[in-house]
């Protein structure tokens, strides 16, 4: 995947026969040249330039291989220049790690099947005799009276 550099040129300096025009990479953009170009055009309309200070006016222009602003300031118009570039050689970039070599697939061995342990089991337990019925039992009604249930059906 090719690598683009985004330039930008400005006037840097103060007034008259000072001033230089100044070039510098903003960043790098990895992927096609229409993504590097739709990066650089974002980066151009936020852009702050060294001159002018205020500016009045802002217009930013597209041209083949980048765009170009323009910016009217008080007493008169200054321009950046905003370039991609394919990146073709970087001395100073970081060496590529080599890849690392696939390691050998090995298939495990099968482990041997344990059989499941042993399931306990807990005694069971006869039901519970029924309690022989309570002296103070006696005198409760099976159907109480307030149900209006003391007549039979």
């Given amino acids: 995947m090719p690598r683009w550099g985004l330039l930008v ?5 103060l007034g008259g026969q000072r001033r230089v025009w100044s070039s510098g990479v903003m960043d790098q953009v990895d992927g096609t040249r229409e993504e590097a170009l739709e990066v650089l055009r974002q ?9 002018p ?12 291989d980048g765009f170009v602003l323009v910016l009217d300031g008080a ?3 200054f ?5 991609v570039m394919e ?5 100073a970039a970081p060496k ?19 059989p499941p342990p042993p399931v306990r089991r807990r005694p069971v337990r006869p039901p519970p005799e029924p309690e022989p019925p ?18 039979p059906s």
Avoid: M
């Avoid at 040129?9 to 300096?13: A, K, P």
């Avoid at 980066?43 to 001159?51: C, D, E, F, L, N």
């Avoid at 200070?53 to 041209?63: D, F, G, N, V």
């Fill in 79 to 83: 321009h950046c220049r905003f370039t």
């Fill in 43 to 51: 980066r151009a309309q936020a852009y702050k330039p060294v001159h």
């Fill in 134 to 151: 309570r002296a103070w039992d006696a005198d409760v009604p099976e159907i109480p009276s307030w149900l209006n249930r003391d007549r």
């Fill in 9 to 13: 040129e400005q006037n840097v300096g």
């Fill in 96 to 114: 590529a790690e080599p890849e690392p070599e696939p390691e050998p697939q090995t298939v495990p061995e099968p482990q041997p099947v344990q």
């Fill in 75 to 77: 007493w008169q118009s």
């Fill in 87 to 91: 990146e073709l050689y970087d001395s």
């Fill in 53 to 64: 200070a205020s500016p009045k006016r802002r217009r930013l222009y597209r041209e083949r």
